[in-house]
């Protein structure tokens, strides 16, 4: 049987599976009917989407929603409208209601549980905090929730919030909670610590914060939406309270919810616009994706998508390829052949030399790094007569080693018939040699 077209097929399958997957570009990729106006929307433990609903045709009160887009919905304990909802340190997920938080264990929802608070009369957004409790606000109040002694172990904290209609919550990579203190004009963001105290300055958003939210960015970066302002506009905020605004095409879009993708940038949902747009920490804004509906709040989701609720629209959306671009190729780094070392380079040290006896002392000089070793030849530079014919005669020659960056005085004794030529002609005209290289040289007879 032959084997060339197996191995060929064998060799095409590895280069196959060697190869590196396309990038794909960040695309709305499906759409999912649920039984009312979803609001809220978080990430939870188990890789599912869990988000709160109003005005179901069911008389549900929140669900989840599977990475294939499958939807299951559920009661909440009483009946209790919920409002924010985020996963929280314990492995449940943790929403508010109107005087309340209620426990979502995530595998076994139907088994939810309510504990009351009272402090929590206007229920919003929840989040957990760096010290391992959950964090909500309501009215003047930011709420500490011990997620093991909920409702009765609740710690309400004043003195935070000039205003009483709190906002978006979040942590920073700071160890504090970030809030949004909505307030109309005197509207700020306002950091404080799991004590419960405000830490620095607020730092004053230029207008109001309704329905606003905030999220984390990269270390030193949070990013926060305005939506009714004019232009309507998000900020990029550094951890020393310098804001970098920008706004939305036309000044409108209506942005409220954002998250922080897995690409690196930050994620708005533009109700108004049916749009989700795209901001990098730097300040470019695109707008990747285009809606059926308005998106009102973004959750991140198992295997880089995003999830958005389509509020008017009783649907969520789901938007795959938000992931980081592919790292470049990696390439070694290239080797690095030393320089040979400079080699030695010897040379005659003058041009005249005069014949003492039967020898003639030849300096030469060593240039280089390592010690010159060779052999100096001397030939007449014409043709003589010898053995009936003319030709180059050889005069003598002589083996030399010279240090490196020295001159030695080389001896060459002299042949006979190299003797008679200098007695005949007192000088003669002749070729010294080293390494391949010739030199014209005159030996001159000592008086």
């Not at 509020?311 to 938007?319: D, F, G, L, P, T």
């Amino acid at each position: 049987m032959p084997r060339k077209p197996l191995a060929l097929a064998a060799a095409l399958v590895a280069l196959a599976l060697q190869a590196p997957s396309a990038h794909a570009d960040p695309a709305l990729a499906g759409t999912f009917d649920v039984s009312g106006n979803p609001g809220e929307i978080t990430t939870g433990p188990d890789g599912n989407v869990w988000f709160t609903l109003i005005t179901s045709s069911q008389n549900k009160e929140f669900g989840k929603i599977t990475p294939d887009g499958s939807v299951t919905e559920y009661d909440s304990p009483g009946d209790v409208t919920l409002k924010g909802i985020t996963a929280g340190p314990d492995g449940n997920l943790w929403a508010t209601g109107i005087n309340s938080v209620v426990k979502i264990p995530p595998g076994a929802p139907t088994s939810a549980q309510k504990f009351t608070d009272n402090n929590i009369g206007g229920p919003s957004d929840i989040t957990t905090g760096p010290d391992g409790n959950l964090w909500t606000a309501s009215g003047g109040l930011v709420i500490k929730v011990p997620p093991g002694n909920p409702g009765a172990g609740d710690v309400p904290h004043g003195g935070v919030l000039s205003g009483t209609d709190p906002q978006g919550i979040t942590a920073g990579s700071d160890g504090n909670l970030w809030i949004l203190d909505n307030n109309g004009d005197n509207s700020a963001i306002v950091r404080f610590n799991t004590s419960g105290s405000v830490v620095g300055t607020p730092f004053s958003t230029g207008g109001a914060l309704n329905q606003s939210r905030i999220a984390e960015g990269p270390p030193g970066q949070m990013l926060f939406t305005q939506s009714i302002t004019s232009p309507q506009r998000v900020g990029r905020v550094d951890f020393s309270g310098n804001i970098q605004f920008t706004n939305m095409p036309n000044g409108l879009g209506d942005p409220i919810g954002v998250v922080f993708g897995n690409d690196g940038a930050y994620w708005i949902a533009n109700f108004g616009a049916s749009r989700i747009r795209r901001l990098t920490p730097a300040g470019d804004l695109t707008e990747p994706i285009t809606l059926p509906a308005g998106a009102r709040f973004l959750a991140k989701g198992a295997g880089d998508t995003l999830w958005a609720t389509l509020e008017q629209a009783n649907k969520i959306a789901r938007i795959t390829g938000v992931s980081a671009p592919p790292a470049p190729p990696v390439t070694a780094p290239p080797v690095f052949t030393p320089p040979p070392p400079a080699s030695a380079v010897a040379a005659l040290h003058g041009h005249v030399f005069r014949v003492s006896g039967k020898f003639v002392a030849i300096p030469i000089s060593c240039q280089g790094s390592s010690t010159c070793n060779g052999k100096l030849t001397l030939r007449t530079a014409k043709a003589v007569a010898a053995a009936k014919k003319k030709r180059k005669l050889k005069l003598g020659s002589a083996k030399f080693s010279v240090p490196a960056g020295q001159t030695k005085r080389v001896r060459v004794k002299l042949s006979k018939p190299a003797l008679k030529l200098v007695r005949r002609h007192r000088t003669l005209k002749a070729l010294a040699t080293i390494g391949g290289k010739s030199t014209k040289v005159t030996l001159k007879r000592k008086r």
